[in-house]
Every structure is written in structure tokens, then in C-alpha cells.
């Protein structure tokens, strides 16, 4: 199977920055897409950002301008770069990725990370 951990969230004041990781690990032969979602209580996931293999990226337009999300291809890991935070992006944020799955066959899969919290005092 395949793992997919974040780290990097924290506490940080408005106007700050931060910078989260999520790397994946397991049985993959290739990772298509991967995104970063986050959540609030309450209230429904949403998409923050996404970028494909090629590193064609797209964002939510709240954090246009502000964040910036990359990719390492050679070691599974997805980066969200947080600048010029907002008390409002204070959420629990996900990993997600779509996996091809190395078994005994190839198979395409989704998956989802623990969430790491990120809080952005005013």
C-alpha cells in the first residue's frame, strides 16, 4: 500500500509563512496528481492547490499570490509553500495524491494524509 505523511504545519502570526511537506512512500510505480486540501469544523474540505507529474499547478483563489505548491518527482514529496499568511487559512490541511500502485499488476488509487494543523493568529 501507500502512505502519505505531512509535516510542517504549526502556529504562525498573520503575515507569516510556512512551509508544508507531504511524501509519499509504499508500493508506487508513478504519482499522477497531487493536491493539498484543507478543512475547518464545520465546514467541507476544500482544494487549496493541485500540480500534475509535469508540475502544472493550479490554486484556489484565495491563496493566489500567496502560496506556491511544487513537487520533488524523485522522491514522491509535494510542497505547499504559505506566505503572507491569513487568519482565515487556519485549517487543518491534507495531502492527497493519485497513485499508480505497483502490485501484482498496476492500478490507480487515491490517497489521503493525516492532516497537519495550521493556525494563523491575528
Known amino acids: 500500500q501507500v502512505q502519505l505523511v505531512e509535516s510542517g504545519g504549526g502556529l504562525v502570526q498573520a503575515g507569516g509563512s510556512l512551509r508544508l511537506s507531504c511524501t509519499a512512500s509504499?508500493?508506487?510505480?508513478?504519482?499522477?496528481?497531487m493536491s493539498w486540501y484543507r478543512q475547518v469544523p464545520g465546514k467541507q474540505r476544500e482544494l487549496v492547490a493541485s500540480i500534475n507529474s509535469g508540475g502544472s499547478a493550479n490554486y484556489a483563489d484565495s491563496v493566489k499570490g500567496r502560496f506556491t505548491v511544487s513537487r520533488d518527482n524523485a522522491n514522491n514529496t509535494m510542497y505547499l509553500q504559505m506566505n503572507s499568511l491569513k487568519p482565515e487559512d487556519t485549517a487543518v490541511y491534507y495531502c492527497?495524491?493519485?497513485?499508480?500502485?505497483?502490485?501484482?499488476?498496476?492500478?490507480?488509487?487515491?490517497?489521503w494524509g493525516q492532516g497537519t494543523q495550521v493556525t494563523v493568529s491575528s
Open positions: 509504499g508500493s508506487i510505480f508513478s504519482i499522477n496528481r
Open positions: 492527497y495524491a493519485i497513485v499508480v500502485v505497483r502490485q501484482i499488476s498496476l492500478s490507480t488509487r487515491q490517497y
